[in-house]
């Protein structure tokens, strides 16, 4: 998740702040602040202290699961922490806020803020995803499908993990299936094994031509995060009638999220982990031990290979699978999605006793396309569903980035609606005779967002360059259409535009090119640009 303070907080929310430990570190000095936290992974969570350091007095709001995260593996205080079920509304100040299921990991929660305006007279609806996968049930989940119904959905801050069209990959049931239907197969032979050596331990011994020959023990890594993935190891277990490995440290975490009782994977996975790594052939690694995967896929043969050999249960075998939704981003990663090496043991470890029967380990290592984040189509269909009139993506690289990804979502945007605002929030200006002012709620900037937020207690640095300005090449754009601006009326032009006003127009509804032209023709006044647009329809 970006650490940028413009995916932190609900817009109209001055006390609320989500995920936000580092970007808002200083806020949680002020008991009327509220953090919530969508999820206990190290990126949303980074900047909370463990154990005694967090002194609060800020309270941490929550699901069930996370909180129990929270208390035993991050050590915070109890008394700091605020659990909320899935599907109950609980207020904060101006918000009532309802936490609902984010098919991510388990504990993980969608945000939905309705926000009653300063006078009270009407509300804002907001929705942040912390992290999720879009999933149809979504679409059923009571207060968004009433806020979509009613056409109320204002802002839509976005998990963007995966907004470039080549992020597709298989849905999320599918890839569990076939990973576990992989996992089952590999092990059926290893089940060959141990039926051989018991009849030959009961009966007299076969003769060679009679018995199947079970030529190799095979021994299946899945790597995994420190929470989540428990579906892939869940399903994998059941399919393959094993036990899974895991170490201390994961199965703790697996005790905590037992209370996630509305998940069956989430809720029996420790019932069908082991401790004991001799009990199973099924072993959780951590991510990035079978390889890595930036810039490009790279598999660690020898690591796997000695992490059976070490075993000493007479593998031949290793096969390492990374379920990550980079599976398929490149044509490399697609080529190389299964990769194997014979690794010879004898010279990985010279001088050492080789124990077992084997001086050669097959290594196999690979890449499966699952994820816990949303494919580039599914974000697509979440934005056509929810038909907000902006979106606020969290996850990107920079400035150029986030525009492009905006850019990426506008026609699916509610526009209208966005423009309506405007357009009643300047004929309103203008009806009091007073010097309009785009309103806060629809064009902010940000130094202007942090003065609404009533942050007099922290000094603002001069608005050299906003978090997602840049420079704006005129060259950036396929020019379409020209337009036509009275010659008395031309300033002389820049070749330079405010990325982040470019963004505001965008999101209004007008393409770049327009955004852009407009902007560069008034010389970077942005309530200019938005007046001229308006008034050549
Ligand atoms: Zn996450």
Known sequence: MN???????????????????????????????????????????????????????????????????????????????????YEVTWTHGRAEITFYDANHCPGAALLFCKVATENASSFVYHLHTGDMRFHQKFKSYPLIKEAVEKKQLDILYLDTTYAKPKHTFLPQDEAIHKIASEVKELLSSNDEIVSEKKQSFFQPKAKSHETPKATERTLVLLSCYSIGKEKVLWHSAVQSNQLVYVNKSKHKMLECIECSSHIEEANGIINRCTLNKQDSDLHVIQMGTAGSLHPYFQPNFEECALYAHRMNKGYSKVVAFIPTGWAESSNYNKKNARSAKAVNLKELIKGSKINGNHDVMQVEVRLCAYSEHSTYNELRDCVEFMKPKRIIPTVFSGEKDYIAIQKRFCDLLDSQRAKQAFISKLAGAFTIGVKRKVDASSVTEPNQERKNLAWKDIPLPPRKKSPIEGSFKRTDCKVTKKIQVPRQLRAPRPMIVDDWKVAQLVNMGFTSTVAADSLISKNNNLEMAIEWLLLRK
Not at 11 to 33: L, M, P, Q
Not at 45 to 63: E, F, N, Q, S, V
């Open 3 to 85: 650490q940028l303070e413009k995916c932190h907080y609900i817009e109209g929310c001055s006390d609320v702040f989500i995920d936000a430990f580092r970007a808002f570190k200083h806020k949680t000095i002020d008991s009327r602040n509220a953090f919530i936290l969508t999820h206990y992974h190290a990126d949303h969570w980074c900047g909370l202290p463990r154990g005694k350091g967090y002194t609060g007095p800020a309270k941490i709001h929550c699901t069930p699961a996370t909180a129990k995260l929270l208390k035993e593996i991050h050590q915070i205080n109890d008394s700091f922490i605020v659990q909320h079920e």
